[in-house]
Nanobody, 127 residues
């Protein structure tokens, strides 16, 4: 079992920055990929970014490339999502997820690939 707890969300203005954290506990040695997803009201959950726990691979949604940076600190068992130049369309619940049983090499962008999920943290970008 892996437990994930997100933090760092909030209400910000367009152009501001936020850093989300995802603290992992339990069988953290089994994590292969940590991903971030978001979900706006009335919309499906969408992939934002992901990183292999080794740090060797990252993947970003086109909508956040150049603005968001994903990273992880293995010593702290924590993943991070640095979000810069935030836009109103970035508003939503942000969820971190862990893949522990990879089917193939790489960072999956589909929610079904991730076995464990946090409860989410809300990000609202509004003037």
């Amino acid at each position: 079992q892996v437990q994930l707890v997100e933090s760092g969300g909030g209400l910000v203005q367009p152009g501001d920055s936020l850093r989300l954290s995802c603290a992992a506990s339990g069988r953290t040695f089994s994590i292969y990929v940590m991903g971030w997803f978001r979900q706006a009201p009335g919309k499906e959950r969408e992939f934002v970014a992901g990183i292999t726990w080794s740090g060797s691979r990252t993947r970003y949604a086109d909508s956040v490339k150049g603005r968001f940076t994903i990273s992880r600190d293995n010593a702290k068992n924590t993943g991070y999502l640095q979000m810069n130049s935030l836009k109103p369309e970035d508003t939503g619940g942000y969820y971190c997820a862990a893949e522990v049983s990879p089917i193939k090499i790489g960072v999956p962008a589909t929610p079904v690939a991730y076995e464990y999920w946090g409860q989410g943290t809300q990000v609202t970008v509004s003037s």
